[in-house]
């Protein structure tokens, strides 16, 4: 039996001011670079099995993921397939607008412009299918809320709501056996 974790990065300003981020590259706030490192601090006393940091390449996963390998000295990795989902017209928008809601509930709509939650579960279930069947390696995977959701609809069955509600902290690490 083996294990991953998932990792939400640090705080953004539109995480603070509560926007969608989606695609858009959004720096980490100093309260996020310090949540990362806390969570690098976190791993190490929690001696975490963990081999390598896969991180999505968008700045504020990759700075997280960045100042965890710098403290844990694990070696580091962007992964492509970890970008965050694309909210097309959507991003920058409030995360709690009526409109994104209802359309978070339809799984073929790509948001003007951005990407449908089934491509990205598309790809984000190929690259779990890639890590979870080697043997003996356990990944960190350090993205985003999108991605959260994703992850965890792969390791457990999820009602629509349920799924479009999902989603963790910022620098929140979960674990998922398999």
Request: charged residues 30%; glycine residues 8%.
């Amino acid at each position: 039996m083996g294990h991953l974790y998932f990792a939400r990065h640090g705080q953004t300003v539109w995480n603070v001011e509560n926007k969608i981020c989606g695609a858009t590259d959004i720096a980490l706030t100093e309260t996020g670079h310090e949540q990362a490192r806390e969570l690098g601090r976190k791993i190490l006393a929690e001696k975490l099995d963990i081999d390598e940091i896969l991180c999505s390449p968008l700045i504020r996963a990759a700075d997280t993921a960045r100042e965890i390998a710098a403290i844990t000295g694990l070696p580091l990795r962007v992964e492509n397939a970890l970008t965050e989902q694309c909210f097309g017209r959507f991003e920058s928008t409030p995360r709690d607008g009526k409109e994104f809601a209802e359309c978070k509930m339809h799984f073929a709509d790509s948001y003007d412009g951005g990407e449908s939650m089934l491509r990205l579960a598309q790809r984000i279930y190929n690259l779990l299918d890639k890590v979870t069947s080697e043997e003996g390696k356990v990944y960190l995977l350090v993205a985003h809320n999108g991605i959260s959701r994703v992850i965890e609809s792969y390791f457990r069955d999820m009602t629509n709501e349920e799924y479009a509600r999902f989603g963790i902290g910022n620098c929140e690490i979960r674990r998922y056996d398999f």
